[in-house]
């Protein structure tokens, strides 16, 4: 965005603004039409009539630091790798992270998680708390999205169980499998719901 200051004249006056807006706007809708069009009759059909990609039947290519559903990482042993030091649930501007730290066995660990969840009808996979962490206990590369639920807002809270299972799917099946496995169950949700509308 320009800041006021720095815009030329024309610019400030908004009306040539405006009528560039409406011209991209109408421009694809005419665009998108005409391949549609194209398309019913048989033809063209290797160009996309649309920019929107019709998710979960379609598949976009996220990029690298694309940041999916959380996951607790883990020791060699199995063993959860956080310590329950608050700092990712004291970044976190959601407030969605709840922790309740318990004594380890092991003298050399502190602390470990007795709980640990994430209510995520709340978060905003904005990432700091990955970045608060130091330990690298919580990750976001699971490239796979939230989860669609019914309306039931307990269901969306991971709890620590969960997330320590999605690294160890993640590890064991790979992100493309992890990824088929979540677009599956959400087509499957597409289609029941389409029936019951039926
Ligand atoms: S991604 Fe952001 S909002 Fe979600 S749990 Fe982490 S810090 Fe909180
Ligand atoms: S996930 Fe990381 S930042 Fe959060 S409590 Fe555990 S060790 Fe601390």
Known sequence: ???????????????????????????KLLRNLMFHTLHALGLKKDVRAAASIQYPNERRDYPSRYRGRHRLTLHDDGGVKCTSCFLCATACPAKCIYIEPAEHDDPEIEKF??????????????????????VDAIRMDTGIHPQV??????????????????????????????????????????ENASEHIE
């Open 113 to 134: 998680p007795h709980r640990y969840e994430i209510d995520t009808l709340l978060c905003i996979y904005c990432g700091y708390c990955v970045e608060a962490c130091p």
């Open 149 to 190: 639920y019914p309306p039931d807002p307990r269901r969306f809270i991971e709890d620590k169980e969960t997330l320590m299972q999605r690294s160890r799917d993640l590890e064991d099946l790979g992100s493309e499998k992890l990824y088929q496995i979540h677009t599956r169950k959400l087509i499957q949700i597409e």
């Open 1 to 27: 965005m320009r800041r006021r200051e720095d815009m030329t004249l024309l610019e400030k006056v908004y009306v040539v603004e405006i009528a560039k807006g409406v011209f991209l706007t109408f421009g």
